[in-house]
């Protein structure tokens, strides 16, 4: 058989060298931004804004091309392309940077944020600027969060109003232990499922039901397989913009401003991309059949604190960053 990690290395090296052989001369600077998204979603409409802004800005002098739909690989095949210098930036999913560092958990905290507002101020204050720079101690360096909503459980025959309903339901999930355990503690069976695979497993009754953010549930036409969308709003995982640090060190002082600065401005337009999303989403799903409900947050706040014992008694530093963003929710 052939050694996997042997497999995986060569295909990192051959992405590599296709990376190096597209490169420019040295008149101009040219970053790749490689992502998985479709070309539709709001993210890449926001780093497609802060590629036209470091254009700009740098009066033609750098350019930031955006490779999208997973052409350069993966999230976590991204990440370690980043880590090497063969890719300059990359969109990331919070709960998959949980495997390079586990301080980013604290995004997975079930009910972490109050509500919008609560987390626009951490992420725009000291703590969302110390998870950003934490990413240097794994050879990153975090630029901006892109807002990915709250994610709340679709199903197929019962809407959920209560952790009861999810008993012996078969839900998908990310391949996250903070998601495994907070289906599991729900009553329900966590079934983790790749994205691609989730809608056939939905039609096919593989699961019952799934949870995501509204413009995921539309985008992905899960809502034709299902019949109900509980919002609930357990977790709220932003999505992290983040530069290879052998990339960044290697950008002269102002090349290093005008990224931040674009990447800055990038973040504060998607969030309206993503309102509008949101409130579009919505009203397609329920024109196309889907029932709608606002389950009471509270006893899955009281069914979820074993979970919420566990990240507090992980590490010192992660107990820290949950209490600081828990004082912020009343500023």
């Known amino acids: 058989m052939i050694d996997e990690s042997l497999m995986k290395r060569s295909y990192l090296l051959l992405i590599a060298l296709f990376l190096f052989s597209c490169s420019e001369g040295d008149d101009i600077t040219v970053l790749k931004l490689g992502h998985g998204l479709d070309t539709s979603h709001p993210v890449h409409h926001a780093m497609v804004y802060m590629a036209e802004r470091v ?27 980043l880590q090497i210098g063969s890719v300059d930036v990359t969109k990331v999913s919070s709960s998959v940077i949980e495997g390079f560092d586990p301080i980013y958990k604290v995004f997975s905290v079930p009910f972490l944020f109050l509500d919008e507002e609560h987390r626009y101020r951490v992420w725009d204050g000291d703590i969302g600027r110390e998870l950003l720079d934490a990413g240097s101690r794994i050879r990153l360096m975090g630029l901006t969060y892109y807002d990915a909503g709250t994610r709340s459980f679709y199903t197929q025959d019962r809407p959920i109003h209560h952790p009861d309903d999810l008993t012996g339901m078969r839900i998908r999930v990310q391949e996250s232990p903070a998601a495994i355990q907070m289906v599991n503690l729900l009553g329900g069976n966590a079934t983790p499922i790749s994205w691609g695979e989730l809608y056939t497993a939905l039609q096919q009754g593989i699961v019952e039901g799934a949870e995501n953010n509204p413009p995921s549930f539309h985008l992905s036409r899960h ?105 912020m929710a009343d500023e």
């Open 55 to 81: 254009y700009e800005y740098s009066e033609g002098n750098m350019r930031m091309d955006v490779y999208p739909s997973q052409q350069l690989g993966t999230e976590r095949e991204l990440l370690e392309l």
């Open 223 to 327: 809502y034709e397989v299902t019949g109900y969308y509980s919002l609930n709003e357990h977790t709220a995982v932003p999505d992290i913009l983040f530069i290879s640090l052998l990339t960044w060190e290697r950008l002269t002082e102002d090349e290093q401003e005008i990224v931040r600065r674009a990447a800055e401005e990038s973040g504060i337009y998607q969030r309206q991309l993503w309102r509008e999303a949101t409130e579009q989403a919505l009203t397609a799903v329920e024109e196309a059949g889907i029932e709608i409900n606002y389950p009471d947050k509270e006893p899955f706040i009281e069914r979820l604190q074993p979970l919420w014992q566990e990240f507090m008694d992980e590490s010192d530093e992660l107990k820290s960053y949950i209490e600081r963003i828990q004082e």
